[in-house]
């Protein structure tokens, strides 16, 4: 069993900033790809960010030079640090994870979403 939750959402005016943290817990043995997406009303859940377990990060075209992902692998723990926030990035924001454990392998995690709003 493995859980992912999220925190840090909130209401913040166009141009502000929030932080999301994403912590894993459960049975972990190691994660690999750490990844946020988004999902605004009426529209497919989208992917934002994404970093692996080797450093590598990539990001969505909307979010590239607003948005960083960061990790730290020794508290399970993936972060969206949201600068310059526009009204087009409100959304439920999710976290995923690719986890492996000796019970099921690589699998799939989701969080159960945090709630960002960006008013104008």
């Known amino acids: 069993q493995v859980q992912l939750v999220e925190s840090g959402g909130g209401l913040v005016q166009a141009g502000g900033s929030l932080r999301l943290s994403c912590v894993s817990s459960g049975s972990i043995v190691s994660i690999n790809a750490l990844a946020w997406y988004r999902q605004a009303p009426g529209k497919q859940r989208e992917l934002v960010a994404a970093s692996t377990s080797r450093g590598s990060t990539n990001y969505a075209d909307a979010v590239k030079g607003r948005f960083t992902i960061t990790r730290d692998n020794a508290k399970n723990t993936v972060y969206l640090q949201m600068d310059s926030l526009k009204p087009e990035d409100t959304a439920v924001y999710y976290c995923?994870?690719?986890?492996?454990?000796?019970?099921?392998?690589?699998?799939?995690?989701w969080g159960q979403g945090t709630q960002v709003t960006v008013s104008s």
């Open positions: 995923n994870a690719a986890v492996f454990n000796d019970y099921t392998g690589w699998s799939d995690y």
